[in-house]
């Protein structure tokens, strides 16, 4: 069992995991020949978050490994992803919410809504291309 295990309250193979996940990050940032601080502006994230990854206390969001990637032009394979249960599950719970809340909206909220999807979807990519 892993010396973290305990500690953190995680499983050995979830500890061994992040392990990896944050030696991977490590390397990216040093290839990239950037300062942790630098890499937390780049990213747009706290430096002390990114202390966290390389040291595995967390884990970076699907949407900053994604802008981890793009940064470093890492293939998406060389990055470990979180589970896609999780993502299929979140993405499920999000679904409902947005359903209740367009359920009881005036129009005038869901125009707004939509209007904000169609700009996000022109800025960030079509999430299904």
């Known amino acids: 069992m892993s010396i973290l295990s305990p500690l953190l309250g995680l499983s050995q193979e979830v500890c061994v995991r992040r392990v990896r996940q944050a030696e991977s990050l490590r390397k ?3 290839r990239l020949e950037l300062t942790q601080d630098e890499f937390a502006r780049a990213l747009q994230v706290a430096q002390s978050t990114v ?6 206390r ?7 490994l994604a802008r981890i990637e793009a940064l470093s032009a890492t293939p998406a394979g060389e990055l470990p992803r979180k589970r896609s249960r999780i993502a299929e599950e979140t993405r499920i719970q999000l679904i409902t919410a947005l359903e209740t809340i367009l359920d009881r909206a005036p129009s005038a909220v869901i125009e707004e809504i939509s209007r904000i999807l169609t700009e996000r979807a022109g800025k960030y990519g079509d999430p299904q291309s």
Not at 51 to 56: R, V
Not at 58 to 64: A, E, K, L
């Open 51 to 56: 202390q966290n990854w390389e040291s595995g």
């Open 58 to 64: 967390s884990s970076p969001h699907r949407g900053t």
């Open 28 to 30: 990216v940032r040093e």
